[in-house]
């Protein structure tokens, strides 16, 4: 799926991305902030024994530099515990290391060569014994009671000391923003479900109109989706009203041409000679025009509304009563108490009607004793199968029947368009009808729909 | 028998009325909907022939309001309107039969008389009464074989009273099926047409029930 596609998409991109650079920040500024507290802290704390040193530092009676006391930290006792003071004489007879900490054992501590007045304070980095980096500060003092020397008072501390709770302080943030961002990630995915649900509910409700479930969207929808549905709903409503009209407007040019062809063809039959035969012969060729362009007309209008949904066998129970009444004289036995209850066509009642009323129509009229009807759903597929007890038709024939105007047998009343509308009907519905042996022995009519 | 023609276009409706009077039925024309309305339901009529688009009032509510109205007479829809949907919504109304325009004069008269027999309970174009045959498609009465002519009056008399055999029909039952509405109607005449088919019957077919009527037997 591409970006431009699809608007989860983003707008999951979109936040994605401010999530990620906002946290990112967020991570460097804490790290950094928590970085400059501890080495602060970390300073301070040497800052501290440095002071604690000078406070102890004195010379004894024999003019040998010493402390008054031991310093308090006990890692300054344990060899190479990472804290480490040490004193220097920096004039008067330089001396590295006059005094220093047990913990340096055997080692002194190099200062990178500065020059530092007096009771200044430095702070450096060097390497300390036990290739452990060192913080460094030191301070060049000169006792009062021996002004002519100077001693520069050291102390420094493993630099890990340090490093180490920044490092942990970085894995812990790192663990705890990614998890902030996991969820971020998941509120905005949910936000996101959320408000697009109403355009996913417009799918839906567009899907069961193409399916001829509903013939407008239904429900309310927010007032940024409510517009689209209701010009949507406007748009169906109009559909639905032009081929009404259309079908009116048929259905009256039909009232409109035929009576003057009725007349027209009675007057003539009461005639003798060419003048009436003629005017017969062409008021025959005239209704078989209208009633071709009217079938033609209705069905142009047939698959335009989206939305229909026909029951099929109330269609069917209401062509069976009219095809008792029209074929009363025939006392046949029409059957249709196989087809069930629950299939529909995605179609208007009236096309299916003119379908089935056409094939039904046939199936009487050739039929010796009894129609039968059955229907099935196969996949997205209606199929309806009307069979007779006629004497059939031979496969060469079958095509031919299907052919604008043509008539099996003049003989048996009928305009001879039936099969060729119901084909055309149904192929403007994606169906089509086929010509079989019935299982009595006459014609089966397979129709297939689409089912609702 | 007695034809009531609905239909709005004037010429159709005379070619109408002349091909059913001729095949020996009296008929009454309307040639919109509430003429024809109030004619079906107040005058005694043996069929309709019923158009739908009618001026004032369609065939459909009038078929409809004949039917809540108990009317039962047999009612055949001739329309231009020939969708199955409406062929549907008529016979639902109550048609018992649906002719589309442009039609076959001969197939209309054909449907006609066949409504009118079965609405009599017969199952065949011929009736019978004892000796006599009437032929109701060609409208020809024969006694054991032989033809006997009538007039167009006596044919519609003979051919009610055959419709209803055995049942008493009063003259004025008789006057309304034989005439349209608006024919100058003498039930007097009606004696003349009785006497004259009792000189052509065997007789002793057609009895006089006093004070109701006359009743048609079969003669054993």
Redesign the interface.
Known sequence: MNLRDSLRLRLLAGSLVWIVVTLTVTGFVLTDLFRQHVAARFEAELQGHLDQLAAVFEFAEDGMPRLRAELSDPRLRLPYSGLYWQIDRAANGAAVGVLRSRSLWDSTLTVPADALADGQAHVHRVDGPDAAQLVMVERMIRPASRPETAYRLIVAADERAMTEPVAAFVGLLVRALAILAAGLVALVALQLYLGLMPLRRMREALATVRAGRSRQLAGRYPQEVQPLVDELNTLLRHDAEVVARARTQAGNLAHAVKTPLAILANAASREQGEFSRLVAEQAAIARRQVDYHLARARAAAATLVPGMHTPLRPALEGLVRVMRRLHAERELEIDVAQVPDKLGFAGEEQDLHEMLGNLLDNACKWARQRVVVNASLEGRTLAVRIDDDGPGLAPAEREAVFARGARADEQVPGSGLGLAIVRDLAHLYGGDVHLDVAPQGGLRVTLTLPAA | MRILVVED?H??AA?LCE?LSEAGYAVDVAHNGLDGYHLGAEESVDAVVLDL?LPHMDGITMLTKWRAAGRDMPVLIL??????????AG??AG????V??????E?LLARVR?LIR?AGGHASATLHCGPLTLDTRAGRLTIEGRAVPLTSHEYRVLAYLMHHTGEVVSRTELTEHIYAQDYDRDSNTIEVFIGRLRKKLPPGMIETVRGLGYRLVDGK
């Not at chain 2, 048609?95 to 649906?98: E, V």
């Open positions: 276009e010429v159709l070619q091909a688009g329309t231009a309107r020939d969708d199955w949907h409406q062929k549907v016979i639902d048609a018992d039969d649906y589309t325009k442009p039609f076959h004069m197939e066949a079965r």
